[in-house]
């Protein structure tokens, strides 16, 4: 499919219906895992939910609104990430991100963020590339933290996931500031 190698082990893939069956099953296996910080879990039962999300995203895609990629670690589908948005007048990429929890601690997400970065400011020419975490989430926090990113603020009950509201961190690059 069409991918980017980005490490020996780590490889990204414009995400397609075909992955549906393993993408789901990788959800499945985590959902009380991702449960805890992502709203749509109790919406996606089956493979054909993975699918039509799928289908969405390629939509979206070839309309340029957004970029989804399928993370594959060592020949297995380990959780996805892209751009859930992309802001085309204003030229800023919102990235998004998981995993599956036995391919955490590997800096997967790192990696490819870090390549994300790259495709949002040469493919879709953004100024500025903004990723919002829950405020608890430590985890994810530290992807941006790492990666360089300046804390702009904090935006106040911004998310409802079951039964929680959450505030989010919003962490951004501004890439003509990159050192
Ligand atoms: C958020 C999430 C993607 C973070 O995963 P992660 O494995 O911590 O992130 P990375 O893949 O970048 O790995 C970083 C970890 O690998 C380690 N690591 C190993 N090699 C590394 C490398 N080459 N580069 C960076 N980190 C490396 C780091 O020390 C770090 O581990 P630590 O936290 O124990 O110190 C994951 O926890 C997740 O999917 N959570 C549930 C869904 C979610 O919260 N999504 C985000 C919503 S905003």
């Known amino acids: 499919m069409f991918s980017r190698k980005l490490t ?3 490889q990204i893939c414009l995400s397609v219906p075909q992955f ?4 789901f099953s990788l959800t499945d296996r985590n959902r009380s895992f991702l449960r805890v910080w992502l709203p749509w879990l109790d ?14 995203q390629l939509s979206r895609f070839a309309k340029g609104e957004a970029l989804h990629v399928t993370i594959v670690y060592e020949g297995a589908i380990a ?3 892209g751009f859930n948005s992309i802001d085309r007048t204003n030229r800023i990429g919102y990235i998004g991100y998981w995993l599956g929890e036995e391919f955490n601690g590997k800096g997967i997400m790192t990696t490819v963020v870090r ?3 790259a495709i949002g400011r040469d493919f879709y020419s953004v100024q500025k ?8 989430n430590a985890r994810s926090r530290a992807i941006p933290e790492r990666l360089g990113f300046s804390h702009e603020g904090t935006l106040r009950r911004a ?3 079951y039964e929680q509201w959450y505030d989010h961190e919003v962490y951004a ?5 990159r050192p």
């Open 43 to 56: 919406g996606c039962k089956a493979s054909s939910d993975t699918r039509q999300f799928l289908e969405l």
């Open 115 to 117: 390549d994300l970065i």
């Open 173 to 177: 690059l501004v890439l003509g500031e």
């Open 20 to 23: 549906a069956e393993e993408l």
């Open 129 to 136: 590339i903004d990723i919002r975490c829950a405020t608890a």
């Open 79 to 81: 959780g996805v990430a």
């Open 159 to 161: 998310e409802r996931v």
């Open 8 to 10: 020996d082990q780590i």
